[in-house]
């Protein structure tokens, strides 16, 4: 195994780990029939790396979002 391909893994194995306990507690959310409130999304580190991967911030979002529902309820 080369250094890169061992960095990769134990980066994978990094977000594994910080990801899994949200996965079950979202898994068992679902069972009961919620869903993730924005909050929790947003703080999910694989939502992270979405948002960064298309130049999206947290804050423009959040942005977006509030202009959205200025706009729907003055509508």
């Given at each position: 195994m080369t250094y890169k391909t061992a960095a990769?893994?134990?980066n994978r194995r990094t977000i594994f780990a910080q990801t899994l306990p949200r996965a079950q507690?979202?898994?068992e959310?679902?069972?009961r029939g919620?869903?993730?409130g924005?909050?929790?999304l947003l703080d999910d580190p694989?939502?992270?790396r979405l948002l960064a991967s298309d130049g999206v911030t947290r804050d423009h979002l959040l942005a977006?979002?509030?202009d959205v529902k200025a706009r729907?309820?003055?509508a």
């Open positions: 990769v893994t134990a507690a979202a898994a959310r679902f069972k919620g869903e993730p924005l909050q929790e694989i939502m992270h977006l979002i509030d729907l309820e003055a």
